[in-house]
């Protein structure tokens, strides 16, 4: 497991002198864990083996069972340490053929209930993820700064695709994560770019933003996240650092991380944006 560190420095820090350091390991698509000193909060778990799952496009894209990839070599380690999770969106209309099974599939459902992982998540996913048998301990509704592991979780509100597709997506939120002496994180969720995006970012001023960059399309509507030029708006809006996920792990998520990189240095933001492979991990802190 490779391990890189992204050092930043802020005027607005609460614990001036006091060097902390976050650890951030990538999984895969949107399944990441982060690492405090004292907790591991698995975000969005997709935990199934490759190819056990249907295609989620026919026509758009190349039809391929997802996921598309396996699971990091080093995910069972990382998750037997996990204390926590966090789910961003889950369900549509409360009909389990429709869960969103990238943010939460089968598998990541036994794994939470047979470790009785705390689940935190939405207040609207709170009755569906509860009759899955989750421990669903904390919900939130949006822009309340609501009382988290010693800290606060702000709920931002995600559009799931452009135009009337959005309606059909489960829109679920990001979240701006504020932890006692770490860095704050913005997870934007499943999402296009939109004025609760921006705001978010502009008010929070997070330490990092992650942004899911795959461009994701079904067979019908528009695109249901941000095109590559939303992602490169997002990263010249964030102050600081950004990781990119949900790549290259589903069959409807055409961008590569090679196709983002490649734009990144037209941009000259290279140096800004962090783009893991499958089981890399990174710090960062102040």
Not at 104 to 132: C, G, H, T
Not at 245 to 271: D, F, G, T
Request: proline share 4%; net charge negative; glycine share 4%.
């Amino acid at each position: 497991m490779s391990i890189m560190t992204l050092e930043y420095y802020t005027l607005f820090c609460n614990n001036k002198g006091k060097r902390t350091l976050m650890q951030i390991h990538h999984m895969r698509n949107a399944t990441f864990v982060i690492q405090t000193k004292d907790k591991y909060i698995l975000i969005d778990p997709m935990l199934s083996d490759k190819a056990q799952l249907p295609p989620f496009s026919y026509l758009k894209h190349k039809i391929m069972k997802n996921p598309t990839v396996e699971l990091s070599s080093n995910s069972i380690d990382i998750l037997s340490k996990v204390t926590h999770c966090l789910i961003t969106h889950s369900q549509t209309f409360g009909i389990k053929a429709l869960q969103h099974t990238d943010h939460l599939d089968s598998a990541a459902e036994v794994f939470l209930k047979n470790n009785n992982i705390p689940v935190f998540s939405i207040s609207k996913d709170r009755s569906y993820l509860k009759k899955l048998g989750l421990n669903v301990e904390v919900c939130v509704n949006f822009w309340e700064r609501t009382p988290y592991l010693g800290g606060f979780i702000t709920a931002v509100p995600a559009t799931h695709g452009h135009g009337w597709i959005h309606k059909l997506m489960a829109n679920g939120a990001g979240y701006f994560i504020e932890l006692e002496d770490e860095p704050s994180i913005f997870i934007s969720g499943d999402t296009v770019l939109t004025q609760d995006v921006k705001n978010a970012i502009e008010n929070f001023q997070p330490a990092l933003t992650v942004v899911a960059a795959g461009n994701a399309s079904i067979d019908v509507g528009n695109d249901l996240l941000m095109s590559l030029d939303e992602v490169i708006e997002f990263i010249k809006l964030s102050p600081t650092k950004v990781m990119a996920n949900h790549m290259e792990a589903l069959n409807h998520c055409p961008i590569s991380r090679v196709e983002l990189k490649q734009r990144l240095e037209q941009e000259h933001l290279s140096q800004k944006v962090f783009i893991p492979e499958d089981g890399e991990s990174f710090e960062f802190g102040f």
